[in-house]
């Protein structure tokens, strides 16, 4: 259709004018709708409620688990731990059992357990014009109000941590997408597999980590990089809190079978669709003892750039090299889809 937005996020421009349109006229409410920010953050006297809503819908497969995930990290790197679920479902017509309820139901309760997150409420139902489940979570937390991080905060000089590695999500939603297809292509079943449970292991969750390093301090900002990857985040960061960046790709981690599937789909893993990942922007003299802190835990991480001056643009640095941190409208994931 012509004039079409493309699969995706929206435009950051076009999202922050309609923000800027709109005035919020509660002053209860703290942080509200703001390009790069993760979640809502509302003042209840005592406390802050942090408020997060997120859809599953590159994920076919055990999409109660993502969406337990995706919607609880938003969460985690408010500071705040997270405690209440609502779910809507909306499943296709001519192609919803009882055994699919069920399964995604049962997807959500273990998700839950796992998380200790409960479970309050929702709605499900079967509606046209869907080819597979579409669920959107709505989750709430809870944090106290001398330590909420936003992305915001993120000052000139500041170290910026990865944790685990990029494009897990999509390591996971390649293999359980595209099994059949990795098999005519010469992929063992035993590699499909690995792949497929980078969705437990390294795992999509970045609860623990955020939970870890909050305790330790010296954080400025968190933020989660999901859809558009890594460098959107980065993008984001920037956005948010006005400041450029400098980036060292050789720090980068990418695990072994994110960079093999990546490159089976000519996917630039930097743009994947990254849950599993955590951007840290710490305190340089607070740096060395969270990243040692979560390697305690057994969770890698690696300082992978700085934060600089706006002026200076985004950029990835490999000595003398110079190149702009490149911006993708469309997540490289959709690749796997077309």
Known sequence: MKNSLPIGKLNPDLLESLFTSYRISDPAVIIGPKVGEDAAVIDMGDSLLV???????????????????????????????PRWLLVTLLLPEGKATE???????????????????????????ITYGLDRPIAIGQMLGKVDKDRL?????????DDIIL???????????????RGDMLLSRGYSPQYIARA?????????????????ATQVGGIHAMHDPTEGGLVTGLHEIARCSQVGVTAWPEEIYIFPECRELCSEFDIDPTGAIAS????????????GEITEVLAQSG????????????????????????????????????????
């Not at 991080?149 to 000089?157: E, F």
């Not at 497929?196 to 870890?212: C, F, H, N, T, W």
């Not at 599993?276 to 740096?287: E, M, V």
């Open 99 to 125: 055994a699919l309820v069920k399964d995604i139901f049962s997807q959500i309760i273990g998700a839950c357990e796992e998380f200790d997150i409960t479970l309050c409420g929702g709605h499900t139902e």
């Open 51 to 81: 408020a997060k809503t997120d859809p599953i819908t590159f994920a076919t497969d055990e999409i109660g688990w993502y969406l337990v995930c995706v919607n609880g990290n938003d969460i985690a790197t408010m500071g705040a731990q």
């Open 149 to 157: 991080i936003t992305s915001s905060g993120a000052q000139v000089g």
């Open 276 to 287: 599993g990942a955590l951007l840290i922007i710490a305190d340089p003299a607070r740096s």
């Open 196 to 212: 497929r449970q980078y969705l437990k292991d390294p795992g999509i969750s970045v609860l623990k980590e955020a939970m870890i």
């Open 163 to 177: 944790t685990k590695g990029i494009a897990i999500e999509a390591t996971s939603i390649i293999a359980r997408e």
């Open 299 to 338: 969770i890698s991480c690696f300082v992978i750039g700085q934060i600089v001056e706006k002026e200076k643009g985004l950029f990835f640095q490999e000595g003398a090299e110079r190149r702009p941190i490149p911006i993708f409208e469309t997540d490289e994931i959709a690749k796997i889809f077309q």
